[in-house]
């Protein structure tokens, strides 16, 4: 059986970056299986409805962010474009993810669930905590010495975050959020525009 991970980004023809590092390598299911899972995923695919596009652009972002349809829902109620790209990307699992300290947003959202990160200096188990500006993200001291950490340091020396978060410390594996999320930086693999018309509808 295929991985479920796997399936999910050919079904919606874009990396996800669910698999950690293997998404970035030659080994990625996007570079050696484009097309949809199944027997007739290769064959063409008349164009979709309008509804079926903006299902399928939700369906990305739900799966990226870890989100359920309810946080979805609650998330694009009454909120601008950068607002909620903003709450997105400053979810401590994307940070935790971004920084490098993770190698994917669901081993982060594990990290944190299982108390191994810590928000200046205070343990946090919840993925989706806001992290402002200011704020220092770090592998808790006591987790530092295992086995899952090993490597981490060789990583972040080679890992480059995005403008707005810094490594400060690889020893201690340790970032911090310099300043505010901009859309205007990133690239994102879905449409949020359709994802607000799916809402409005």
Same mark, same amino acid.
């Given at each position: %059986?295929?991985?479920?991970?796997?399936?999910?980004?050919?079904?919606?023809?874009?990396?996800?970056?669910?698999?950690?590092?293997?998404?970035?390598?030659?080994?990625?299911? %996007?570079? $050696?299986?484009?097309?949809?899972? @199944?027997?007739? @995923? &290769?064959?063409?695919?008349?164009?979709?409805?309008?509804?079926?596009? &903006?299902? +399928?652009?939700?369906?990305?972002?739900?799966? %990226?962010?870890?989100?359920?349809?309810? +946080? %979805?829902?609650?998330?694009?109620?009454?909120?601008?474009?950068?607002?909620?790209?903003?709450?997105?990307?400053?979810?401590?699992?994307?940070?935790?993810?971004?920084?490098?300290?993770?190698?994917?947003?669901?081993?982060?959202?594990?990290?944190?669930?299982? @108390?191994?990160?810590?928000?200046?200096?205070?343990?946090?188990?919840?993925?989706?905590?806001?992290?402002?500006? @200011?704020?220092?993200?770090?592998?808790?001291?006591?987790?530092?010495?295992?086995?899952?950490?090993?490597?981490?340091?060789?990583?972040?020396?080679?890992?480059?975050?995005?403008?707005?978060?810094?490594?400060?410390?690889?020893?201690?594996?340790?970032? &911090?959020?310099?300043?505010?999320?901009?859309?205007?930086?990133? +690239?994102?693999?879905?449409?949020?525009?359709?994802?607000?018309?799916?809402?409005? $509808?």
């Amino acid at each position: %059986m295929k991985p479920i991970k796997e399936k999910r980004e050919r079904s919606l023809g874009t990396k996800l970056f669910l698999k950690a590092d293997r998404c970035n390598s030659p080994k990625c299911v %996007m570079v $050696r299986r484009p097309y949809r899972p @199944g027997p007739h @995923g &290769q064959k063409r695919k008349r164009a979709g409805s309008d509804y079926s596009k &903006q299902l +399928q652009e939700k369906q990305r972002i739900r799966f %990226m962010y870890g989100l359920t349809n309810r +946080q %979805m829902v609650t998330l694009f109620k009454g909120k601008e474009k950068e607002k909620i790209m903003s709450t997105l990307e400053h979810r401590l699992d994307r940070v935790v993810f971004l920084i490098g300290i993770a190698m994917s947003p669901r081993i982060a959202r594990q990290l944190i669930s299982h @108390g191994h990160i810590t928000v200046n200096g205070r343990k946090v188990t919840i993925p989706s905590f806001h992290v402002k500006v @200011g704020d220092v993200v770090s592998v808790r001291s006591e987790s530092r010495k295992l086995k899952l950490f090993e490597d981490l340091g060789q990583h972040l020396k080679k890992h480059t975050p995005p403008s707005w978060l810094k490594i400060t410390s690889v020893e201690d594996a340790k970032g &911090q959020c310099v300043k505010e999320f901009s859309s205007r930086e990133t +690239q994102f693999p879905f449409d949020i525009n359709l994802v607000g018309e799916f809402f409005a $509808r």
